[in-house]
């Protein structure tokens, strides 16, 4: 079975570029979540979806970041403008009636 | 959500037991225990999951004390693929799916050749 799928899996670019981190959840689950993990605070979760609709963004560190769902099989997680501070390493996870399953993730560095 | 406390590293010989332990003192009676690991450079795995009875599958043992304040990850032979970091999170099940996991800081498990 395929698992969650991010891509790309690592993102280079200059701050004040826009960033679009993409995630496909597996078939069949109806919860989708984007977590940030960095050293200083750890893994944490940002937004999360329930059958496309965003349920809980206050995660969301501020208003540069925006998530979307436009259907159940494919999820968004853009920043714009970056700045440095946002490099970390951005895991989407999905999970259906049991526990959430992470994705490899997309190792973000913004310089 | 109640709070976890793990010691921050622990090492194991391959091919014998890892026990990780957990404190969950302040837990509620809905509230599950769930243990991930995330290896090097990979997202987080689930392990298992448990209320009030001991589970056992494929990949560990998760034995939960009588009054559920604390809990034990076994893994029954390690081996050096076993280290990573260990997560345990208590968390009520919402729905019969988990939502909003607090990750801590873990243990990280070194399993020594």
């Known amino acids: 079975d395929a698992g969650v799928i991010q891509s790309p899996r690592h993102e280079v670019t200059e701050m004040g570029q826009e960033v679009t981190l993409r995630c496909k959840p597996i078939?069949?689950?109806?919860?989708l979540f984007w977590y940030r993990q960095t050293m200083m605070r750890g893994l944490e979760l940002l937004i999360y979806f329930n059958n496309n609709v965003p349920i809980d963004d206050s995660g969301m560190p501020e208003d540069r970041f925006s998530a979307k769902m436009p259907n159940a099989s494919f999820s968004t997680l853009k920043i714009q403008p970056s700045e440095p501070r946002d490099s970390a390493v951005y895991f989407c996870?999905?999970?259906?009636?049991?526990?959430?399953?992470f994705g490899d993730g997309t190792r973000l560095s913004i310089l | 959500d109640a709070k976890t406390t793990q010691p921050p590293s622990m090492d194991c010989a391959e091919g014998r037991a890892a026990n990780l332990p957990c404190n969950h003192s302040t837990i509620s009676g809905n509230e599950y225990v769930y243990w991930y690991r995330q290896i090097h450079s990979q997202g987080p795995q689930y392990i298992i999951h448990?209320?009030?009875n001991n589970e056992t599958n494929e990949m560990a043992s998760l034995i939960i004390t009588e009054d559920r304040k604390s809990s034990t990850l076994i893994l029954p032979h390690a081996t050096l693929r076993d280290t990573a970091v260990y997560y345990c999170i208590v968390r009520v099940a919402v729905g019969g799916a988990t939502n909003k996991l607090i990750f801590g800081t873990g243990t990280l498990l070194a399993v020594q050749p």
């Open positions: 078939s069949g689950h109806d919860y």
């Open positions: 448990g209320l009030k």
């Open positions: 996870a999905s999970s259906g009636r049991g526990p959430q399953h």
